[in-house]
């Protein structure tokens, strides 16, 4: 009789899941980098806590809908997937079923997507007419952003707080950045503050998501067409250069939006002045138009 499904190595797992379901956005470990591969070994343990040598197993992932503010779906929606490994399986019978080695270890891969997000790695295994399930659940993004904002010079504009319900939730879950970005941009915003002093607070939009990765582009039931381009793509982020946590969308002198909650845009290509001052990279801090475009990394440093 099968007792229980456990990862070598003291890998611990967490409740089994039947089904997919919906899951409010935590901090969650292992947190896997999108459009990585990530190597794993497993045992069955039998009731005398043994390891069973040969023993079958079947496994698939998913994904738990409305994390990192993905609220809403479509049939397009990607997760990772998980593929047999013969690094220590015996066979690989197909990418989701396996038989372990004369150890009893099997060995599998799962191989992320550009998509930030919690998921979840089912595995069921079976021998002697007996069977066991078990999930470990796990995330897709970066584990070192923090939220940005101080309300002494910021106003939080986007999302349904100062626009219309797209489906992307609020200013909560929009404005992540890492660390050093964080300082650099308030540092920024210090100098053109002094600087102008007939204001107050500029507004900051987005920046990047909790967990980082795309700013999936659709919303459930289609994309308005324009903005988007045609044919539209879904969970093709229009954001590419946010999702890592290194740039920041400052609002321009015009904007409606900004003005109308408190804040006030500023002259764009100064601003920008100011962000290189402290460390933005000139090439890659534009003018979107309505809204000054601040990067503080390097574009290829991650993948997009």
Not at 104 to 117: D, M, R
Not at 161 to 172: E, L, P, Q, V
């Amino acid at each position: 009789m099968l007792q229980r499904i456990l990862p070598i190595m003291l890998r611990s797992l967490g409740a089994f899941f039947a089904s997919v379901a919906t899951l409010a956005a935590q901090s969650y470990s292992p947190m896997y980098n999108p459009q990585s591969t990530n190597a794993q070994s497993w045992v069955c343990i039998d009731q005398y806590g043994q390891r069973i040598p040969y023993a079958y197993f079947y496994f698939y992932t998913g994904t738990y809908l409305n994390t990192n503010a993905h609220f809403h779906d479509d049939p397009s929606h990607p997760w990772s997937s998980a593929t047999c490994t013969t690094t220590s399986s015996y066979q690989c019978l197909s990418a989701t079923d396996v038989y372990a080695g004369p150890d009893g270890v099997f060995s599998l891969q799962i191989n992320t997507t550009l998509i930030g997000q919690a998921e979840v790695l089912v595995i069921t295994c079976s021998s002697g007419g007996g069977s066991v399930s078990g999930a470990l659940n796990y995330a897709v993004g970066y584990n070192d952003l923090v939220y940005n904002d101080d309300p002494n010079v910021y106003v939080k504009i986007g999302g349904t707080d100062t626009g219309a319900n797209t489906g992307h939730g609020s200013t909560a879950y929009n404005r992540y950045m890492q660390n050093t970005p964080s300082w650099q941009i308030w540092y920024a915003t210090l100098d053109y503050l002094a600087a102008h002093p007939e204001i107050s607070k500029v507004c900051l939009n987005d920046q990047a998501l909790q967990y980082g990765g795309k700013f999936d582009s659709c919303a459930l039931g289609g994309c308005p067409n324009p903005p988007y381009p045609n044919p539209v793509r879904p969970w093709i982020s229009p954001h590419e250069s946010h999702d890592r946590g290194t740039a920041a969308d400052v609002a321009g002198i015009g904007s409606g939006q900004c003005a109308n909650y408190g804040g006030s845009g500023v002259n764009v290509a100064e601003f920008i002045d100011r962000c290189v001052d402290h460390g933005a990279v000139r090439a890659n801090s534009i003018s979107e138009g309505n809204h000054a475009h601040c990067q503080f990394g390097d574009i290829n440093a991650w993948p997009h």
